[in-house]
């Protein structure tokens, strides 16, 4: 197959996080240029032709990365376009939001072309592969609905970064979840079959209470069973965790910094965690020209492979994934 390039590459976001998707390409060092702008939707250009590679780059803000083929003013024109991809996904800005449409899970490797519809007569092209810690679904928009027993939205946050990730988790996996009322990521993670220790002073919800154990000691193989450790986050031992935790995720209301600093202290409580969730909660979509320190912290704990993703059910607040 030729190898395939553009003068332009195009980036799906959510809408009105287009100002800090510029930004984090600036401060990220790419000499990416704005081209064009429409909501949810970024176009750039650069001095050199863009590759299939150059989208490998991790920019938080972006749910898709593209190489631009061209616009079009019909959706048959368009889909000509990307007639070397294996796989076709279809996009369109609507109800204030850029939804994913239509299209199949893609396998790794495989060329995935993606329509987007900006207008009834405004089409617009891109290509990408498929490869880890990317999105397997239309505008990277999983298009979850939160069951009705799910006791907050943070589940939502949880399947949908287990789905953008491509994250597998066990039985024999423990995660230690800090924030954790009123149990939306706790649910989530037990209706998985995977085991819970919760971290905060306010009520669970009953619908997780029901798989809860006693004590820490008490845990079982048999079953997914939820411990509440309910004091805060700073408090907690290495008593309280017990062995065999695997995972950190984190849904605290906190500053960045803070919620690091408290994943590097559980971290060196529990040294057989290989991996960390956090829901990192902004309140100025701009902190994201801070990436480079949050990746740094994780670095410095050990962690190898670190990935910044704002997802569809995200507002101000992004998934910081970490994995040894």
């Not at 609905?145 to 949880?158: F, G, N, Q, Y």
């Not at 988790?169 to 995977?194: Q, Y």
């Not at 048999?222 to 031992?237: G, I, M, Y």
Request: proline fraction near 5%.
């Amino acid at each position: 197959m030729k190898a395939i390039d553009s003068e332009y590459l195009f980036a799906l976001t959510n809408p009105g996080s287009e100002k800090a998707l510029k930004l984090e390409v600036e401060t990220s060092g790419l000499d990416w240029r704005l081209s064009y702008q429409r909501r949810g939707f970024v176009t750039f250009k650069s001095d050199q032709p863009f590759s299939l590679e150059s989208l490998e780059t991790n920019l938080g803000c972006a749910r898709r990365l593209c190489l631009s083929l061209g616009k079009s003013t019909t959706r048959e024109e368009a889909e000509a376009r990307a007639r070397e991809a294996k796989v076709m996904h279809h996009a369109r800005y609507a109800e204030r939001k850029m939804q994913g449409v239509q299209g199949e899970p893609p396998e790794i490797g495989q060329l995935v072309g993606t329509v987007v519809e900006l207008s009834p007569d405004e089409f617009w092209t891109g290509i990408h592969r498929h490869a880890p810690f990317v999105s397997p679904d239309p505008a990277g928009d999983a298009g979850i609905e939160m069951p009705a027993d799910s006791p907050s939205r943070a589940w939502l946050k949880l399947e949908e970064a287990t789905r953008f990730f491509d994250l597998k988790f066990t039985s024999r996996d423990i995660v230690v979840e800090l924030g954790c009322a009123p149990g939306g990521v706790v649910l989530a993670l037990l209706n998985r079959g995977v085991s819970v220790i919760g971290v905060d002073p306010a009520k669970m919800a009953d619908v997780v209470m029901a798989s809860a154990i006693t004590a820490r000691d008490a845990a079982t193989t048999d079953r997914p069973w939820f411990f509440h450790s309910r004091k805060p986050a700073a408090l907690t031992s290495k008593r309280d965790l017990g062995q065999g935790v695997t995972w950190f995720m984190s849904d605290m209301n906190q500053s960045p910094e803070v919620v690091l600093k408290e994943c590097a202290r559980f971290c060196k409580m529990a040294p057989s965690i290989r991996g960390v969730l956090i829901t990192l909660k902004l309140t100025d979509l701009m902190q994201v020209a801070e990436k480079a320190s949050w990746f740094a912290a994780l670095k410095a704990i050990g962690f190898t492979t670190v990935r910044l993703q704002q997802l569809s059910v995200h507002h101000k607040e992004f998934a910081l994934l970490g994995i040894r």
